[in-house]
Nanobody, 123 residues
């Protein structure tokens, strides 16, 4: 029902910024909460941020509060992750995900996943 494609990753120096995009298919995009996750080499996948279907509510992992911003444009079927003040510890594959239930999204339980985009931060 929903297909997600991430883009915008790349190599950046510490202190720099990147904006990731996640383009979604489907006419019901505006009904889905959207989340961002990341997975570093040898580590478990971790939650980064989530945004409600309307864009009115957001939640962030403590590790990225004040550094990353999640947003969405329902007219473009796209969710974004603005990443500022990047550190080498932010190096990971970043995934977007969709969930129609806000409660399940808050519990990190998502129904659809993209393939990921690599972010590498050098010191």
């Amino acid at each position: 029902q929903v297909q997600l494609v991430e883009s915008g990753g790349g190599l950046v120096q510490a202190g720099g910024s990147l904006r990731l995009s996640c383009a979604a298919s489907g006419r019901a995009f505006s009904s889905y909460a959207m989340g961002w996750f990341r997975q570093a080499p040898g580590k478990e996948r971790e939650f980064v941020a989530v945004i409600s279907s309307s864009g009115g509510v957001t939640n962030y992992a403590d590790s990225v509060k004040g550094q990353f911003t999640i947003s969405r444009d329902n007219a473009k079927n796209t969710v974004y992750l603005q990443m500022n003040s990047l550190k080498p510890e932010d190096t990971a594959v970043y995934y977007c995900a969709a969930q129609a239930s806000w409660l399940r999204a808050l519990r990190y339980d998502y129904s659809y996943w993209g393939q990921g985009t690599q972010v590498t931060v050098s010191s």
